[in-house]
C-alpha cells in the first residue's frame, strides 16, 4: 500500500516556506552567519559614514567615502569572481570575516582622519569583492533549486534584520554614547563569530573543482569572458543581471545623497535620517513576504520588470517631495500639518516615509527575483563569476553618477539629482529590455 505524500504546507507570504527552512541546519547556521556578518557590516557603514560627515559634511565626501568602496570591484571583479569558482568558498568567506575584525582594529587608530578613513573603508571594498559573491555562489549548494525564491527572501529578511540592529541601533547608540571604540571591539567579536560559523557548515567544506588548472591572468580573463559569454546567451539572465546592476547604481546615489537630503529637504541633523528612515522595514518586509506570491502569478521575469518600474517610480517622487508636502498641507482635510501640532517639515517627512517604503517594496523584490533568476539559470559552476560581474558592472557604472551626483547636488541641490537618476533608471531599464530581446536564448537554462 503506498503512503500519500504528506501535504505541502500552504503558501501564505512565504511563511510556512521559512519555517520549513529553519528546519534545515545548514541553512540556519548559514542564515545566523550573515545576521551576524552583515549587521556588522551595517553598523560599520554607518559608523564610517558619520565618522566622515563629522570631518566634511559634503556630498563629495560622502562620495569619496563610497568610491572607496566600489572602485575596488574595478580592479578586481575578473580575480575575485574566478576565485569564488576556483577556491573553497567556505575558506573564502572565513579569510573575509577575519579581514574584516583586523580592519575594525585598525579603525580604531584611523579614525580621526580623513584619509585614514578611506584606507580603511578601501580595505573593506577589497575584501566585500570577495566575500559577496561567495555568499551569492553558495546558497545553490544549501537548498533546493524549488527553495530558491523563500531562501533568497528569508536570507534578505535577515539582511534586513541586520540594518536595524547594525545601522538603526547598535552604531548611533555607541557612536552617541561613547567615542566609537567600543562599537568597533562588537563589530570585532561579530566578525569572528561568523568566522567561526562557517567552519561548522557542511556545505562549505567542499574542495575546489579547478584543482589543476592553470593559475595565470590570462586564464582568469578567460574564465570570466567564458561566464560573461554564457551569460549573455541567456536573454532572461542578461535582463535580470542589467536590472540588478542598475538598482545598485541607484541605491548607491540615493545613499551618496541621503546627508544632503536630510539637510535640505528635511531640516535635519544628516546622521538623524536613519531615523526617518527606519519606517521603510516595513515595505522591505512585505516585498520579502509577497515575492513568491508575485512571482506565481506573473513569473519572475515579469516580476522583477514591474518591481523595477514601481523602483524608478518612487526614486522620481524622492525628488519631488517638497511639492508633495505643499499638497499634504492644502489637501489634509483634519489640519494636522496645516493648522495642527505638525507643520512643512513633518509633512515632508510623511512624504519621504511614503514614497521611501515604495522604494524599498520594489527594491527588495528586484534584488530577491534577480538573484534567484541568476541562481536558476547560471550553471553553479559559473555563478561566482556571474555575481562578481555584477559586481563589477555595478561599482563601474556606478563610480561616474556617483561623483557627478554629488557634485550636481552641492551645486544645486539633491531633487533635480533624484529625479534624474529615477528617469535614467527607466531608461536603462529599456535599454536591456530592447537588448535582451535581440539574443539568441539558450536552448535550456542549466545549473550544472
Not at 515579469?302 to 517638497?322: C, K, R, Y
Request: hydrophobic fraction near 55%; include cysteine.
Amino acid at each position: 500500500m503506498t503512503t500519500p505524500a504528506p501535504a505541502r504546507r500552504g503558501n501564505r507570504f512565504l511563511l510556512a516556506q521559512w519555517l520549513d527552512l529553519l528546519e534545515d541546519d545548514a541553512f540556519k547556521r548559514y542564515w545566523v552567519m550573515r545576521l551576524a556578518s552583515h549587521g556588522a557590516t551595517n553598523a560599520l557603514g554607518y559608523a564610517l559614514l558619520v565618522l566622515t560627515i563629522r570631518h566634511s559634511a559634503s556630498a563629495m565626501a560622502t562620495g569619496g567615502l563610497l568610491l572607496t568602496l566600489i572602485v575596488p570591484s574595478a580592479l578586481m571583479g575578473a580575480l575575485s569572481g574566478v576565485a569564488v569558482d576556483r577556491l573553497p568558498r567556505g575558506l573564502i568567506l572565513f579569510t573575509a570575516n577575519v579581514v574584516r575584525a583586523v580592519l575594525c582594529f585598525l579603525l580604531i587608530g584611523a579614525k580621526d582622519s580623513l584619509p585614514g578613513l578611506y584606507l580603511v573603508s578601501l580595505g573593506f571594498g577589497i575584501v566585500t569583492q570577495f566575500a559577496v559573491p561567495a555568499e551569492g555562489a553558495v546558497i545553490p549548494h544549501i537548498v533546493k533549486s524549488r527553495r530558491l525564491v523563500a531562501a533568497n527572501s528569508f536570507i534578505n529578511l535577515g539582511t534586513l534584520a541586520s540594518q536595524v540592529l547594525g545601522a538603526l541601533v547598535l552604531a548611533p547608540l555607541l557612536l552617541k554614547t561613547t567615542n566609537g571604540d567600543p562599537l568597533l571591539f562588537i563589530l570585532m567579536g561579530l566578525f569572528v563569530f561568523s568566522a567561526l560559523m562557517i567552519t561548522i557548515i557542511p556545505q562549505f567544506q567542499f574542495s575546489s573543482p579547478a584543482d589543476g588548472r592553470e593559475v595565470s591572468m590570462r586564464a582568469v580573463r578567460r574564465e570570466f569572458a567564458e561566464g560573461w559569454l554564457r551569460l549573455g546567451r541567456d536573454p532572461t539572465a542578461f535582463l535580470a543581471l542589467i536590472l540588478l546592476v542598475v538598482t545598485s547604481v541607484s541605491t548607491l546615489i540615493v545613499a551618496t545623497l541621503l546627508p544632503k537630503f536630510a539637510t535640505q529637504v528635511l531640516q535635519l541633523a544628516p546622521e538623524n535620517i536613519v531615523f526617518v528612515l527606519a519606517p521603510v522595514g516595513i515595505g522591505v518586509f512585505l516585498g520579502l513576504r509577497s515575492v513568491e506570491f508575485l512571482s506565481d502569478r506573473l513569473n519572475k521575469l515579469m516580476t522583477i520588470s514591474v518591481a523595477f518600474l514601481f523602483m524608478a517610480v518612487a526614486l522620481i517622487a524622492m525628488g519631488l517631495v517638497p511639492g508633495s508636502a505643499r499638497i499634504v498641507e492644502s489637501s489634509d482635510p483634519l489640519g494636522v500639518f496645516s493648522a495642527g501640532p505638525l507643520n512643512n517639515q513633518s509633512a515632508r517627512i510623511f512624504a519621504t516615509v511614503v514614497y521611501a517604503n515604495v522604494y524599498g517594496f520594489a527594491l527588495t523584490v528586484v534584488m530577491t527575483m534577480g538573484r534567484v533568476l541568476l541562481n536558476e539559470r547560471i550553471p553553479l559552476t559559473m555563478q561566482g563569476r556571474i555575481f562578481a560581474a555584477q559586481a563589477v558592472l555595478s561599482n563601474l557604472a556606478a563610480i561616474a553618477p556617483v561623483v557627478l551626483a554629488g557634485l550636481v547636488a552641492d551645486a544645486v541641490g539633491v531633487e533635480p539629482v533624484l529625479i534624474c537618476a529615477g528617469v535614467g533608471a527607466l531608461l536603462a531599464a529599456a535599454w536591456s529590455q530592447a537588448r535582451s530581446s535581440r539574443v539568441v536564448p539558450l536552448a535550456a537554462p542549466s545549473r550544472g
